[in-house]
């Protein structure tokens, strides 16, 4: 693995992360995270931009004072900027709404 390790890390570095990420705590924690992971029904697609700017933007959008609804900010996350499709769970979801 330090062979093929990405040049930017140096390799001192990259040997502690992988002793880091070795260690039992480190993997039980990530199994943890992937088990629940596993349990989100509609994930955003939003990327690097938070939902803070999501909703920011909704906010300006809408042209007054009024904050955007709950409905509005799941909406404008789960929407491909793209225009890819959603998954049935989500597209069902915003029906709904």
Do not use: C
């Not at 993997?27 to 938070?50: A, D, L």
């Not at 906010?59 to 491909?80: D, L």
């Amino acid at each position: 693995m330090v062979k093929n390790r990405p040049l930017q890390v140096p390799e001192y570095q990259f040997i502690k992360l992988l002793l880091y990420w070795s260690h039992p705590t480190i993997q039980e924690v990530s199994q943890t995270n992937k088990k629940n992971k596993e349990q989100q029904k509609f994930p955003h697609r939003m990327g690097p931009v938070n939902f803070a700017r999501v909703r920011a933007a909704l906010h300006e959008s809408k042209g007054t004072n009024e904050e955007p609804k709950r409905f509005e900010v799941f909406i404008g996350t789960r929407t491909s900027r793209k225009r890819k499709e959603l998954d049935e769970g989500t597209q069902s979801a915003i029906e709904m709404f």
